[in-house]
Nanobody, 120 residues
Framework: QVQLVESGGGLVQPGGSLRLSCAAS????????MGWYRQAPGKQREMVAT???????NYANSVKGRFTISRDNAKNTVYLQMNSLKPEDTAVYYC??????????????WGQGTQVTVSS
């Protein structure tokens, strides 16, 4: 029912910044926790940052102080502001959302991913 579409990825130099966006579309009763995950080639997908409906955030230790997650509930959109980017941040970034429907059914939705490459 709910689809997530990421945008904002690209190529950036070390120390630069990018802002990722993820827009949720479709019919849902409530979108609870949303988050950003990333996966580099040959590595497991890892949590980058999550944010609850009320705005409580959690970050991976590797991005604390550099990344900021936020959301606009009116727009059903979650953002990831990435500053002081490092080459090790290079990965495909995926948006995630825990979706609750009026029926009580809960699902976890994933976006298609957006590539972030940090290189000089």
């Amino acid at each position: 029912q709910v689809q997530l579409v990421e945008s904002g990825g690209g190529l950036v130099q070390p120390g630069g910044s990018l802002r990722l966006s993820c827009a949720a579309s479709g019919v849902a009763f409530r979108i609870n926790t949303m988050g950003w995950y990333r996966q580099a080639p040959g590595k497991q997908r890892e949590m980058v940052a999550t944010i609850t409906h009320d705005g409580s955030t959690n970050y991976a230790n590797s991005v604390k102080g550099r990344f900021t997650i936020s959301r606009d509930n009116a727009k059903n959109t979650v953002y990831l502001q990435m500053n002081s980017l490092k080459p090790e941040d290079t990965a495909v970034y995926y948006c995630n959302a825990d979706v609750l429907y009026l029926s009580g059914t809960a699902t976890r939705s994933w976006g298609q991913g957006t590539q972030v490459t940090v290189s000089s």
